[in-house]
């Protein structure tokens, strides 16, 4: 038995806020061992990740490397699949849980992985945007017309989604500009080997746009809108071998 939330001690994203971080931490991309739980069909929980950000995945760095965690991850991405219903039961007693031992809590629903969560729980996520304990944000490579942040009324916000950007063969310039210019924010991986080495401003397509630091806090609840959100890939696995350009270089 374990719960089905990472707590902020064992994941280093997590531990890098001011509030308490919990996050929920499946599987990435097509790596459920679906033969072993009885799953007919493949399961992908990266549908739009790119050969750039796959090959630079954290699943397996810290405590990732360990078999004991990976096989934690499939049970809970099983058991979401297998039994959603007994699944949603367990995830709402552990955040019930916290919401009483914490004034006020972040909760990422994806770790490594990029479910739509306004699916998944919908209901969930209206109730927490009314709590005053629960911070709920994501990082997310879906399209922007394919992700709703907000309610029926598209004016509240039920949780704060960051966008992730890719290589240019799969998210081009252009499209990042758009994102940013319609108020939201994109996270960014840059060759840089310190915090203090991150560009303050970077251009695409043309317009110049603020570049804040994402490597000091993993909270995104309350960045500014429209910024890049830049991150530090010193320890991201694959950095050397990038060829996709997933990675920036300072320009």
Known sequence: QFNLLTPPDANAKLRKTARPNYGLTLTPNNTLDVSAFDIPTPLNLCPWASKGCAGACLAYSGHGSFSKTQFARQVRCASLFKHPREFGLLLGAELQRLSLKHRSFLFRPNVVSDL?????????????????????????????????PYDASGYNRLFHLTYSAKESAHSSDVYLANVLMAGNNVAMPFAVDREADLPKRY?????SFRVINGTASDDRTDDPEGVIVGLVAKKTPGRKTDTTGFIRPIQ
């Open 116 to 148: 739509r969560i306004e699916l998944v729980m919908p209901t969930a996520l209206r109730v927490f945007a009314r709590s005053r304990s629960i911070r709920v944000y994501d990082y997310t490579a879906w399209p922007m017309d394919k992700r709703d």
């Open 203 to 207: 251009t695409l397509n043309g317009d």
